[in-house]
């Protein structure tokens, strides 16, 4: 019985009063206090009292916040809430109902409510009150519960009205909201970034909007509104409001975000193309669509509405369904499904005066069948009129035809295949948002003409790499210094296709952040560009050249020329016991013993420590001075050096270094691993694409390989659930990236297919063990990257002090030596003049050139790990 009580409280609380003598039913109601709202602090207790004069035979009642009456027990009400109720001595003509909620917490904000009625509920009272309970750590609540997906989807009819539950939890907060991807125009489509596998062709059009809007809530002719009591109000829900948002609150340095998925329902019917009335033999076509929340789709319970076409009968007046299968003459259907978005295009051609002229599209799920309805009207033409209209066209079209005929040739030269490069070159740095990561913001960024090199003085080689969309060749640049001609091996991306639009923008796209980020030792760094013809979709960026490739496949080469320097305890051996042989591998890796391999047998102990770094000794000047002939250009080829346990932890180290001036410059990477990091000379090691990979899979352009079209088994957690990136993923990135070093190239997750499985165990909490040639110390490094909680992630910055702790000093001076270049490049750069040169472009005409000392960053303490 007392537990029934409970429950019938938690819903209302009713306090029951009676007074024989009471006959008529009249009174007064207020709140102590008698405020229409109040702030209190998360954690204390909220008391209201509920006074009632002149009261008779009728009922007190109480109604609480949305949130603790839908989530009762998320909320515990049952256990915090209590009540009193009390008369005024002997006039008895007051009572004071109590409700007191302790240990309030942020999702307690909301409406609390005083109702006084009769029993049979003739008449009633009532009154509310709005309580902010306000923390340190939730500046707005939703109406959701928490739940792993970190983003909500909300449904809202076709024209229908919709309350969005991003409520402040104090009324000082300032609130935004921002429609992160939308989609205008005669086609729906979809988010690209929360929809990887779409279409790679839907990346030309220009309907899809890349960049964040900021939605005003107070603009009366906005379709959105904001009532902080209720949270963002979307008044007049059309297919355009369709996307992913993001509710921002701010108060006291303290910020809340949450994403929502905002999907408008219904179907959307239209006609595309001419929206005059087309004549007899003229052609009309129509779309119909509708979209289904991703989360079903996520969830597996799908409603997979089906779109039908019907037409009205001219003689009954009846609607009839057209058969995709046998349509009636002229009538073509075509479907276009992407994941949730679903999309029927009905096109008429060569209408005649038979044509029906009325249609009407269903859309059919499980639960329901939603149809609109188009009619269009077919114009008459005089028949008297048709012959020198026809004539006069012909004329004209074997006129226009005869013109570009005789000027073609030089209409070619001027011919533009991208108008929008120049605008997209120039950019607009007062847009530039200093808070906002900077791949948001790359179509702001300008192209600096100083980086500008003479396409004459580039010479193109052989083929080093090719992905979906562009390619990489050997380069060489001469240019004459001092009286003598010089020669610069360099790296040249471009594209495969000059009319591939998507892809000439990514690699502006990555021109620009590469001279956004200036010049790093551990980064491949921008030597210039050639785009005096990206008008015509011809673009070059010139890059440093690593000859000695990837990491990932210079660890697959050098398996068995690997020295492990790991004993059985997991500590790394100090370089005495190395050089008596112990600890060196034999041909097979996995043999840990005495033995060398053939090619380390031939050499003296001394030269094998030394050897991977004579090997990669070469100077890091800008420009070599060469004769040899500039074409036919070819790879350099070398065999394979040994490599020990210190190698991977130095690259580690430079890795982390490179990582952290990206994250400096808010910079994500997005593709973090060994087949994107590039060995150069002098044992150097350089983070690479940086500038598209993230962008390229986010927009489907991401070349797929095997399962999927993201790199699963590299990313984060919450970037497998969420479409999440930062930093942060980032450093988890980094922590599958030594795995690979210390297992030499193997793929991560080995035996697990690159799909829900690994989303799967990871969330069960699931990790790789460690290497067993990677030390203790890395092993730990490893189980942090990888925490679930993004915030327990070290930073790349806390990364590299790890490693650099366990460095020579002679080691850190020697990489300081190395990097003071690149130092001095981007102070030089911020002190340039307007007519100043960068990069190769400035280093042809130098009378001298800085040389580099050669150092290498392969030492380290004997007594560390």
């Not at 005649?352 to 069948?369: A, L, S």
């Amino acid at each position: 019985m007392p537990h029934l009580i409970k429950v019938v409280l938690f819903t209302i609380l009713v306090v029951k009063m009676r007074e024989n003598d009471a006959q008529i039913f009249s009174g007064e109601i207020e709140f102590i206090p008698n405020v229409a709202e109040q702030v209190i602090p998360a954690g204390s207790e909220l008391k209201l009292t509920c006074k009632v004069n002149r009261f008779g035979d009728g009922e007190i009642s109480w109604q609480l916040p949305d949130w603790i009456v839908k989530y009762r027990e998320l909320s515990n009400v049952n256990g915090r809430l209590r009540k009193k109720f009390a008369k005024n001595g002997t006039e008895m003509t007051e009572y004071y109902s109590t409700t007191i909620l302790s240990n309030t917490t942020s999702r307690d904000t909301g409406y609390f409510g005083c109702s006084i009625s009769r029993i049979d509920g003739s008449a009633a009272l009532n009154i509310k009150q709005y309580v902010y309970v306000t923390s340190n750590w939730l500046i707005f609540i939703d109406a959701v519960p928490v739940t792993n997906r970190g983003r909500f989807d909300f449904i809202v009819r076709k024209n229908g009205f919709l309350p969005i539950p991003c409520k402040p939890t104090h009324p000082n907060v300032t609130f935004s909201l921002t429609h992160k991807s939308h989609y205008i125009g005669d086609g729906l489509v979809p988010n690209l970034e929360d929809f990887p596998d779409i279409n790679k062709t839907w990346l030309a059009d220009p309907r899809f909007k890349k960049r964040p809007t900021k939605i005003s809530l107070t603009d009366p002719t906005s379709n959105w509104s904001f009532d902080p009591k209720q949270g963002p109000i979307v008044k007049d829900a059309k297919f355009i409001d369709t996307g992913v948002y993001q509710c921002k609150g701010s108060m006291n340095n303290i910020t809340t975000r949450r994403e929502f998925f905002l999907i408008v329902s219904g179907v959307d019917l239209e006609r595309v193309g001419d929206p005059e009335d087309p004549p007899v033999g003229g052609n009309v076509s129509f779309i119909c669509r509708t979209v289904e929340p991703p989360s079903f789709i996520q969830s597996g319970i799908l409603s997979n509405p089906q779109l039908k076409w019907f037409f009205q009968n001219e003689f009954t007046g009846e609607m009839q369904l057209i058969d995709e299968a046998n349509p009636p003459q002229g009538f073509q259907v075509t479907h276009n499904n992407q994941l949730s978005f679903k999309q029927s295009r009905l096109d008429l051609m060569e209408i005649t005066r038979e044509t029906p002229t009325t249609f009407r599209c269903d859309v059919i799920t499980k639960q329901e069948t939603t149809s609109e309805t188009i009619s269009f009207r077919i114009k008459e033409i005089n028949d008297q009129t048709t012959s020198p209209i026809i004539v006069i066209v012909i004329f004209l079209i074997l006129f226009v035809v005869g013109i570009a005929v005789v000027i073609k040739f030089y209409l070619n030269q001027k011919r533009k295949v991208f108008t929008g490069a120049n605008r997209l070159l120039r950019g607009n740095p007062n847009e530039i948002n200093d808070e906002t990561p900077m791949e948001y913001q790359i179509e702001y960024l300008p192209y600096d003409k100083r980086w500008e090199f003479p396409r004459h003085r580039l010479k193109l080689g052989v083929q080093l790499g090719e992905g979906c969309f562009g390619r990489v060749v050997l380069g060489e640049a001469t240019g004459v210094r001092d009286s003598e001609e010089m020669v610069k091996t360099v790296a040249v991306k471009m594209i495969k296709s000059i009319t591939n639009v998507a892809a000439l923008e990514a690699l502006v796209s990555e021109l620009k952040i590469l001279i956004y980020l200036g010049s790093h030792l551990n980064v491949v760094n921008l030597l210039g560009a050639c785009t005096k013809q990206v008008h015509r979709g011809e673009l070059l960026l010139i890059v440093e050249y690593c000859r000695f490739g990837n990491l990932q496949q210079f660890l697959n080469n050098s398996r068995n020329n690997f020295i492990n320097q790991v004993d059985e305890f997991g500590q790394l051996k100090i370089l005495e016991s190395v050089r008596d042989g112990k600890g060196f591998p034999s041909n097979s890796i996995g043999n840990v013993g005495g033995e060398r391999t053939q090619l380390q047998s031939n050499l003296p102990d001394d030269a094998i420590m030394s050897f991977a770094n004579e090997s990669f000794k070469m100077s890091l000047i800008p420009m070599e001075s060469t004769s040899r002939p500039a074409v036919p250009l070819q790879p350099e080829v070398s065999f394979n050096p040994p490599i020990s346990t210190r190698d991977l932890i130095s690259w580690s180290f430079q890795i982390a270094r490179g990582m952290d001036y990206l994250a400096t410059k808010k910079v994500l990477h997005g593709d973090l691993a060994a087949r994107n990091v590039l060995l150069a000379d002098d044992g150097v090691a350089k983070v690479a694409d940086f500038g598209m990979a993230r962008k390229m899979y986010y927009e489907g352009n991401y070349e797929r390989t095997g399962v999927g079209a993201m790199p699963v088994k590299w990313m984060a957690v919450e970037s497998l659930t969420d479409r999440i990136f930062s930093t942060q993923s980032d450093v988890w990135s980094y922590g599958i990236l030594l795995w690979e070093m210390f297992t030499l190239g193997k793929i991560p997750y080995p035996g697990m297919d690159a799909g829900h499985e690994i989303v799967r165990e990871l969330l069960k909490g699931y990790r790789m063990e460690k290497p067993k040639f990677a030390p203790n110390l890395f092993g730990e490094m490893m189980s942090n990257c990888w925490k679930i909680d993004p915030n327990e992630r070290p930073t790349f910055r806390q990364l590299e002090e790890i490693i650099v702790g366990q460095l020579e000093s002679s080691v850190t001076s020697s990489y300081l030596n190395m990097n003071e270049f690149y130092v001095k490049l981007n102070q030089e750069m911020e002190n340039a003049t307007p007519t100043d040169s960068f990069g190769l472009a400035k280093t042809l005409i130098r009378k001298s050139i800085l040389r580099l000392p050669i150092n290498r960053l392969f030492r380290f303490s004997q007594d560390k790990f």
